[in-house]
């Protein structure tokens, strides 16, 4: 079971952390797409993206920081490091925040 860890949180965001290692193919899957991100030709950017789980996420053609990889929609935003003995950073945007109190079961 991963273990989230709450960084910080504030009026419109919720940052979380959790530790573990990607598989080597989502990592090669990351570079290639950050490579696309990179690129100048503008069909090759539009291949800058992962599928997760219904979520098309956008990969950024640099990173951020310590973290090489920076991915996200307008309601996530995720940040990978190469090195392990970072954490794998998650942030929660205003919007994604604020719809689930409009969703009623």
Do not use: W
């Not at 940040?79 to 950073?89: K, N, T, V, W």
């Amino acid at each position: 079971m991963l273990e989230f860890k709450t960084v910080h949180s504030g009026i419109d965001s919720l940052y979380l952390s959790f530790k573990g290692t990607l598989k080597k193919e989502m990592l090669k899957e990351l570079e290639m797409r950050k490579e696309y991100a990179q690129s100048e030709d503008e069909n090759e950017q539009a291949l800058a993206v992962i599928n997760i789980d219904a979520h098309l996420l956008e990969v950024k053609d640099r990173g951020m920081g310590l973290y090489v990889y920076v991915l996200g929609d307008i309601r996530y935003r995720f940040l990978q490091a190469r090195a392990e003995s970072l954490p794998f950073m998650s942030s929660l945007k205003a919007n994604c925040l604020t719809a689930s109190a409009y969703i009623t079961q």
